[in-house]
């Protein structure tokens, strides 16, 4: 089952900053906090991923809270083609450990 | 970044027969790739875990010899759907993990569409 609990859908205006939050308050201190999107009929796409650190980078920040029970992605100007469903997964750090996927949220930027 | 490709993208075969989709790292090495199959409007659900040089590991509930793992080098992974049926139609995804890496992302391949009429 996975570990993370996310709101099932969520709008924004395009333009504006798109804040998907995430709960993960089960997560072990050798798991990783990643995000990955989901365009329609597409595979899904590595957005960024963290331990406890903030981290950013050409596509989004990720921002952990210091008890790491939560985090936020946060799309800084979203734009149409960001309307995907956004998927946060925890994960060890052990090779061959699969990445589990919740029902994600459904982001729809509008225009 | 790193590439996955499956191939094909998408597939249509009559009920009782057998499908093979190839899931491939273009520009890494994979001891260790993944299966996952998502029907609409649900999340993607793991099959099984595909492991370069021996046997698949696969989920509860998802009958090995109906899908059939075949990882046979670094850089591919074939699933084969045998004798399928209308239930198995779905969208098939594949992703890859580059050898050695633990703390890494997993690269996905673009999803095979399989329809069985």
């Known amino acids: 089952d996975a570990k993370t609990t996310q709101p099932p859908s969520m709008d924004c205006a395009e333009g504006r900053a798109a804040n998907l939050p995430c709960n993960h308050s089960?997560?072990?201190?050798?798991?990783?906090v990643y995000w990955y999107r989901q365009i329609h009929s597409q595979g899904p796409q590595y957005i960024i991923h963290?331990?406890?650190n903030n981290e950013t980078n050409e596509m989004a920040s990720l921002i952990i809270t210091e008890d790491r029970k939560s985090s936020t992605l946060i799309l800084p100007h979203a734009t149409l083609r960001d309307t995907a469903v956004y998927y946060c997964i925890v994960r060890a750090d052990n090779y061959g450990q699969n990445f589990v996927f919740g029902p994600g949220t459904r982001l729809s930027v509008l225009p | 970044g790193a590439v996955v490709s499956q191939h094909p993208s998408w597939v249509i075969c009559k009920s009782g027969t057998s499908v093979k989709i190839e899931c491939r790292s273009l520009?890494?090495?994979?001891?260790?790739m993944f299966w996952y199959r998502q029907f609409p409007k649900q999340s993607l659900m793991l099959m099984a875990t595909s492991n370069e040089g021996s046997k698949a590991t696969y989920e509860q509930g998802v009958e090995k010899d109906k899908f059939l793992i075949n990882h046979a080098s670094l850089t591919l992974s074939t699933l084969t759907v045998t004798s399928a049926h209308p239930e198995d139609s779905s969208f098939y995804i594949c992703s890859a993990i580059k050898a050695g890496e633990g703390n890494t992302e997993a690269f996905f391949g673009q999803g095979t569409r399989l329809t069985v009429v």
């Open positions: 520009d890494f090495q994979a001891t260790t």
């Open positions: 089960t997560i072990s201190g050798n798991e990783y």
């Open positions: 963290g331990l406890k």
